[in-house]
């Protein structure tokens, strides 16, 4: 499963994500989930919307999850945060295979909001290791504005972090 923590039309995460899914081999299957954008603001104790209950669904039917984010000031999208906070106290993401991704325009490559992402992570029992993990600099250098890849040397960190996410879950069956 993917979660893009952005938005909008032509994401360079979401592109991301796509791109990632083409690295999977043929007999796994990879859904983007698509309603970020309906989830409701996380108030504990509120009735759950259909949409947030698909939400944890898509979580908890999932082997693994990628998630790719922009930073937004330094931090993780509020959208993405707040759908985060609908699991904390269901649980669907303990124990749950994770990699994730930040991509930016920018040389730093998002990696604060990546480091924010991860200790959230920690705190749904995700299970991630050291390389489960890859921030991704310049990337409007690196994608076209339809997601094709233009710089070919993003591969290989990419089929690294697949490969590392489908050995976290053939570890966890
Ligand atoms: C409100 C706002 C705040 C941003 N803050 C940061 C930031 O703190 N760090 C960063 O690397 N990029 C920042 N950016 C630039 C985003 O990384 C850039 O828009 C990126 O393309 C968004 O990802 P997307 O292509 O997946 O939508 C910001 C953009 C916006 C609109």
Redesign the pocket.
Known sequence: MGI???L?D?????HLLRIIGNLLPDNVSFNLFGELHLIPPFNPGDKENEVIVNLKNAISAAQGVIICT??????VPGVLKNALDWTVSSGEFNDKPLAAVS????N???D??LASLLLTMTALGARKNEICSLSVPN??AKLSVEGHLTDASLLHPLQILVDNLLLTIDESV
Not at 70 to 75: D, L, M, R, S, T
């Open positions: 893009s923590g952005s909008r032509h994401s360079s995460n979401t922009p930073e937004y000031a330094f931090g991509a930016s325009p920018l730093s490559g998002g604060k909001a990337i409007k």
